[in-house]
């Protein structure tokens, strides 16, 4: 089955500390990737994606993901994380062939302790 | 340019009535897919729409249904009404139908709520 798993539903960072969103995806042939972020009744905003070529990608808000294919993975980094960077991270995929829809993994709540 | 809008923002309903959700995508889209977003969940498709046909469905049922106008505005519209049903429903537009990587542009949904 093709799916996407997002591990953990809740991160916890302190301001000024790395941030890592991990992402899986299981499907035999890779899939088009994407990070989206949703902040309080609000949709979706699209931070980063990854098509084709260089696998690290780098998106708005100092956000950055690396697709893996060995690992089939496609975590979400950045450096320092800022208050403004609390909201719910969803990793999405598209399918290569079929509808041009997304299938979302279940969201990663990040909360930024001051 | 403006960009994906929806209506109502907020909306309750009473089990085994009907509803119909809106969605003006943005200038120049010619696709729009509709999402349901469920409490504490990620979002899933439900249809999209190109050029005014339906162009891919996710496990919802027929009771689930949809159009696209002309101008590429959306409905939704749900029967029967079940309580299952409440939920954030997301309208997201782009360019191109199944080919290429466009990107899907969210509007800021409808909560709809069935009692």
Request: charged fraction near 20%.
């Given at each position: 089955a093709q799916s996407v798993t997002q591990l953990g539903s809740h991160v916890s960072v302190s301001e000024g500390a790395l941030v890592l969103l991990r992402c899986n995806y299981s499907s035999s042939v890779p899939p088009y990737l994407f990070w989206y972020v949703q902040y309080p009744n609000q949709g979706l905003q699209l931070l980063l994606k990854y098509t084709t070529g260089a696998t690290l990608v780098k998106g708005i808000n100092g956000f950055e993901a690396e697709f893996k294919k060995s690992e089939t993975s496609f975590h979400l980094t950045k450096p320092s994380a800022h208050m403004s960077d609390a909201a719910e991270y969803f990793c999405a995929v598209r399918y290569q062939?079929?509808?041009n829809n997304l299938f979302f993994g279940t969201g990663t709540r990040l909360t930024v302790i001051p | 340019e403006t960009g994906v809008t929806q209506s109502p923002t907020h909306l309750i309903k009473t089990r085994g009535q009907q509803v119909t959700l809106r969605c003006s995508s943005q200038s120049g889209h010619n696709t729009v897919s509709w999402y349901q977003q469920a409490l504490g969940q990620g979002p899933q498709f439900i249809f999209q729409y190109y050029r005014e046909e339906e162009n891919g469905r996710g496990?919802?049922?027929?009771?689930f249904s949809g159009l696209q106008f002309p101008n590429y505005s959306s409905e939704l519209n749900v029967n029967?009404?079940?309580?299952?049903?409440s939920a954030l429903y997301l309208c997201a537009s782009s360019l191109?139908?199944?080919?290429?990587v466009y990107e899907q542009y969210f509007g800021p949904g409808t909560r709809l709520t069935v009692t």
């Open positions: 062939t079929g509808a | 496990n919802f049922p027929p009771r029967a009404l079940e309580l299952d049903d191109g139908g199944t080919s290429g």
